[in-house]
């Protein structure tokens, strides 16, 4: 930096490029942690004009912002640690999330009878479960930033190791890597995919993240430093050395499912998938206001419910219910949820019904992106309460 001369302002994580414009009233929401729980506004978001990447900065405020959430993180805790359920497309019952990921893998073929898997920021274990089920001929090793999960790990068949510390120290190749809802929290994320390539070596790579295209709430999550749309993923993980074989958007319901190889890919070789509709930097620009401006709506829109007869219910236990729920603070009655687990448990102080016991004449308001709360207000539809879907998302 020459004297005089202000200081560079960020790079994009994904394309390098210093072209970042803030994302207006970002700063003004409220925002959630990852682990589900209510964090304070005063966040910025940011949009690269050059490739549409959706990012934070990994500045020192965002830094002390993320070590304060991950001293006390403590993943589905709802549940009491089981990992969150996710509505198959096909048949729109609720899953486990693994599970659905691990079936997919498996049936697209391309992996050995016998192997070795890393799972990075493996957490208390629930995707290394999900695999130990599946793959019978492979082992199993864990990277997370401490130790605390060790003994749940180690109770995994087949589990070899739990690395800590420097991903650079590990030191050895795995026929699959895998980074379930791992990337986004990484400062640095392209130097974290560079370091990742010595260990796939000839192995692959997969990696799951939410789709920024299709989930609106995943800006709020204060320690995701990246919302990945398909394209914005693809480009980081090119700069980054990987090629990629396969990306879907339609194995989870609003996330990105890819798999990538270290090295150039031959095109023709590729799956063609949902990637390569690039999304240039203005439209990505106007996308995010649409999402602020949508946040605002579906706030506005509990506090009407919140004044009509009936208690009022939240449809959900995770990201956007917990956000929400947490504006409402007194006025909620209950959550409502699906997933046997957290039924019968108390979420903010609540309790957490099954559809079928919510109180007749009950306002539910399901708390969810647009597409997926019509999947379930229409699948409850015979309930006698009312289920009142978000207002729709208006995408300029
Ligand atoms: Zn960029």
Known sequence: MTIGQPAAAPACQVCGERQL????GF?????ITSDCRAYPAGGSLHVCLACGGVQKIPDSKWLREIGGIYAGYEAYYQSGGDEQIVFD?????????SDVILERLVGRGGLASRGRALDVGCGNGATLAAMS?????WSFSGYELGEGALPRLSRIPRFEKLHTGSLDAIGQCFDLVTLIHALEHFPEPVAALSQLRGLVGDG??????????ENPFDILVADHLMHFSPHALELLLERAGFGTVAVATDWVPKEISLLARAGRIDPRSAVPGAAGKAAPGEPALARMASYVAWLRAMVARAGQLEREDGPLGIFGTSIAATWLGSQLGERVSFFVDEDESRVGKKHLGRPIVR???????????????PAIAGMIAARHAGLPCRLVAPPPLRLD
Not at 21 to 24: A, K, T
Not at 27 to 31: E, Q, V
Not at 133 to 137: E, Q, R
């Open 21 to 24: 414009r803030e994302v207006e």
């Open 27 to 31: 700063a003004a929401l409220p925002r």
């Open 133 to 137: 089920a599946t793959l019978a001929g």
């Open 89 to 97: 497309r096909a048949t729109g019952k609720p899953r486990r999330r």
């Open 204 to 213: 692959q790579l997969f990696i799951e993240v939410c789709n920024i295209d």
């Open 355 to 369: 559809p079928q016991e919510v109180p007749a004449g009950a306002n539910v308001y399901v708390a969810l992106s």
